[in-house]
Every structure is written in structure tokens, then in C-alpha cells.
């Protein structure tokens, strides 16, 4: 019974999910799980012909984990599926959540190692409902926010590889049947009931007390609360698609303007933020987050907010994402031979000439998008600092920047361009005043992305 209803249940997942013809991975644990979920999988391998590799990690957890590495190698080599063992070498972290959190990094750091040899298509993780309902528990007593609640999901993705959990609609019981009921091996892993982890004493000392009081099994609810915080990330997604159609996304920084959103609704906000975040490898805490609300609903100026790797600015409407940390340019720098390779506050420029008839102004938002277009006197050139004190096209830097509106958090990060003592260039307000007899020279300025800047190394 229980083998119809998941081997049918695995071949709609992967109906609906599966990679084309590229090769399959599996973690392999040889717990319950992943056990039960390799027989799944070896049968649709022979059903379907979908080329599966089978990863077994060993975390030198056990004093008997070599052996059973050994024995778990046997086993798939019986199936005719190739095998391939890892061990991580010992880790040190200053906390529990550290510890959990860095062997996690290091098995999916393995994992893609493979993903990208095997040229695979798809990771596939033996996590079930009990792990689902595991998860929502802890995330829900650690503050997370609604777009965590919902838990493991059936798809995701690390760092582009796909990431497939076909037996989140199943418990543990249920897979213990599948393995009683086929006479598979499996290991008893006692490392899931040392309760110096957090996720054992969640097992052990809490969810068998939820159970007694609430029914058996009743912490699997926080399975189906999982399932509807889901379907609330993907409605929400959907919903902050008029943020996404704003936002701007530049080499180095990004950003959006909020005015016409206005009345904003909050949990889009918090959506599209947190999404933000996440996707430049950053996350920001509720208070933090209320505290970026605030100001944004008061239409306040000139306003940041630091987490740990992204500063968010806020100018008149307008919400900027900065690297946090910058580069500091201390003195001049001579220009050399064209093309020029050259760091400022927020990244990497490359200065050239223009070889096409194309022409793009000197703007703050065109600069950020990646390119602009300045016209510079021939003859020796130097980058360098430009204070608001400077002189520029007959008026300072400070009125030059007020009238044209220029974000503050702008000013001090681009060089600007100097023939000795005079300022002749600048990003964003352009080239300066010149006789019609000096010869100019259309040159083109370029942000670049650290991967273009290493592929020019």
C-alpha cells in the first residue's frame, strides 16, 4: 500500500519538477528517510531511466560512521548506482547554532561540488513532513518573520542549484511502514536524540510533551501551517511585482523609488525588503525593519538603516541598497593608457574610449544602471576626490549637487577627473567648460561587477 502511493506520488513530483535528462543527486544519509526515499528513487530510475548518483557524507559524528559509510557503499553498488562518499573534517564554531548551521554549509557546499561535475540537474533531499513541522516550531520561537514560517519547501534553490524534497507530504511513520514493509536496511542514527543539539532536544524533551497535550501527532499542523505560509510567499510575490517593476539593479548598488506606491501597505513592504535582502546574501531583523517603515512612511530624508552587509539609505522617496562596506580612495591616481582599471568607494570602474557613435548623459541613475559617457580634454589626467568646496563649471560642488538633486549618499563615492588643480569631468554632473579650440575625447565609463572585474585580471 504504502509503495503504490509514494512511488505514484514520486512520479507526479518529478512529472512536474523533474530536470529534463539531467542526471539526479541524492543525499544519502541511510537513516529512515533517505533510505525509504532510495528505493523510491532506484524504482523510478528503472521505470523512468533517469540517471541517478547517490552522495553519502560522513560527518565523523559516529565512531562506527566509517563502517557504515562502507556498508551503505555496498548497498548502492548492489543497485547498480554510483556511489560516492565524502567526510568533513572536524569544525569548530563558538555556538550550538553555529555548529548546525556550518555543517550545513559544508554539505551543501559537497553537494554543489557534485551538482556542478555531474552537470546535474537536480539535488534531491530525503526531509519529511516531521522535519517540516520541526522547522516551522523552531522558526516560529526564534521571532521569525511570516516569509520563514513557511519551512522547507519542495523546490528551492542554493546558489543556482535546485534543490527537490519530494516527501514533505509524508511522516516519518509513514516511511517507517515503507521500510518495514519492503525489509530495507537502514541506520539508526543515535546522534538524533543527543539532545546537546537543539533539533534532538526539540524531539526528546518538547514536541513529546506538545503530543500529550494537544494528541498525537498534533505538531504536525505546524506542517500545514507551513503549507499556507507558502501559498501566502508565492501570493505575496505576486503582489510585490509593481516593487520589482521599480527597483533597479546596478553593479553595485540597487534602488527604487517609492513614490509612486504610496499609500504603501506594510506587509508588502516587509515582503519586498526581506526579499531584497536576501538576495544580496543579507537579512534584516524586525526591528530594524519597523525602524525602515517609519521613516519611509514619514517621507524622511537622508535616513539609514546598517545590517551586516547592506547599508539602505533613504533620500526623498528614493531607497537605496549599498554594499556596507566600501573602498576608500585616500589621494590622485594618473590616469594611464586607456583602458583604465581603477577602484572607487563603492567597486571597480574601467574608463575607455568610446567606439561607438552612442552617447549616454551624465546622470546619477544612468551611472547606477552601469554606464555614461564623458567627454575629457586630451593629455594627462589624474582620478581623485572631489569635496564640496570644489569649483565646477563656475559653481561649487555643494550648489551643483543641490540644484541637480543629486542623493547624498552619492556625493562622496565616484572620483572625480583632474588636469592638475581644475576638476575637468565628473560621473554624474559631466564634463566641464571648455574653449572650442581643446581637443575632447568621447570616453565611456563603466561600473563594473567583481566577476567582470576578475575576468579582466
Not at 514533505?168 to 509513514?174: C, D, N, Q, T
Not at 499556507?228 to 503582489?239: F, K, L, T, V
Request: aromatic share 12%; with cysteine; net charge positive.
Amino acid at each position: 500500500m504504502y509503495t503504490t502511493t509514494m512511488l505514484e506520488h514520486v512520479e507526479l513530483f518529478f512529472k512536474e519538477h523533474a530536470p529534463g535528462e539531467a542526471p539526479i543527486i541524492l543525499g544519502y544519509s541511510g537513516g529512515v528517510d533517505s533510505s525509504a526515499l532510495l528505493y523510491l528513487l532506484s524504482e523510478y530510475h528503472k521505470r523512468w531511466g533517469a540517471e541517478l548518483h547517490i552522495i553519502h557524507i560522513d560527518h565523523g559524528w559516529r565512531e562506527t560512521s566509517s563502517q557504515e559509510a562502507l556498508i551503505l557503499q555496498k548497498q548502492v553498488e548492489a543497485l547498480k548506482l554510483p556511489f560516492y562518499l565524502e567526510k568533513i573534517a572536524s569544525i569548530r564554531a563558538d555556538a550550538e547554532k553555529n555548529l548546525e548551521e556550518k555543517f550545513r554549509d559544508e554539505r551543501l557546499k559537497i553537494f554543489r561540488k557534485y551538482y556542478d561535475k555531474l552537470q546535474a540537474g537536480a539535488l534531491i533531499l530525503a526531509h519529511q513532513k516531521d522535519d517540516l513541522a520541526e522547522t516551522v516550531f523552531k522558526r516560529l520561537f526564534e521571532g521569525a518573520s511570516l516569509r520563514k514560517l513557511s519551512g522547507l519547501q519542495e523546490v528551492s534553490f542554493y546558489k543556482g542549484m535546485k534543490i527537490l524534497r519530494p516527501l514533505l507530504g509524508f511522516s516519518k511513520e509513514e516511511l517507517y511502514a515503507l521500510i518495514q514493509e519492503k525489509g530495507l536496511p537502514f541506520i539508526e542514527d543515535y546522534t538524533n536524540l543527543d539532545v546537546k543539539y537543539l533539533r534532538a532536544r526539540q524531539r526528546v524533551n518538547i514536541l513529546p510533551l506538545v503530543e500529550e497535550r494537544f494528541g498525537k501527532k498534533s505538531f504536525h499542523h505546524l506542517a500545514r501551517l507551513a503549507r499556507s505560509m507558502q501559498d501566502y510567499e508565492r501570493y505575496m510575490d505576486r503582489n510585490i511585482q509593481k516593487y520589482r517593476d521599480l527597483l533597479v539593479i546596478g553593479s553595485f548598488c540597487s534602488y527604487i523609488p517609492l513614490h509612486s506606491l504610496y499609500p504603501l501597505e506594510f506587509l508588502e513592504f516587509e515582503h519586498f525588503i526581506r526579499v531584497v535582502c536576501e538576495e544580496r546574501g543579507d537579512q534584516i531583523s524586525h526591528k530594524m525593519l519597523m525602524t525602515l517603515w517609519e521613516k519611509v512612511v514619514l517621507r524622511q530624508s537622508n535616513k539609514k538603516v546598517n545590517l551586516q552587509k547592506t547599508q539602505i539609505f533613504l533620500d526623498r522617496g528614493i531607497l537605496f541598497f549599498l554594499p556596507l562596506e566600501k573602498q576608500s580612495l585616500y589621494k590622485k591616481e594618473e590616469i594611464g593608457e586607456l583602458p583604465y582599471i581603477f577602484l572607487y568607494r563603492g567597486g571597480i570602474g574601467k574608463l575607455e574610449e568610446e567606439t561607438s557613435m552612442e552617447t549616454v548623459p551624465c546622470t546619477w541613475q544612468n551611472l547606477l544602471k552601469g554606464r555614461v559617457n564623458l567627454f575629457l580634454p586630451e593629455g594627462p589626467m589624474e582620478l581623485g576626490v572631489a569635496t564640496l568646496s570644489m569649483r565646477f563649471r563656475g559653481k561649487s560642488l555643494k550648489d551643483l549637487y543641490s540644484e541637480k538633486r543629486i542623493p547624498i549618499i552619492l556625493r562622496d563615492i565616484f572620483p572625480a577627473f583632474f588636469q592638475g588643480e581644475t576638476m575637468v569631468a565628473h560621473p554624474i554632473l559631466g564634463s566641464g567648460l571648455f574653449e572650442a579650440k581643446v581637443r575632447m575625447k568621447n570616453c565611456r565609463l563603466t561600473l563594473l561587477e567583481k566577476k567582470d572585474f576578475d575576468s579582466l585580471k
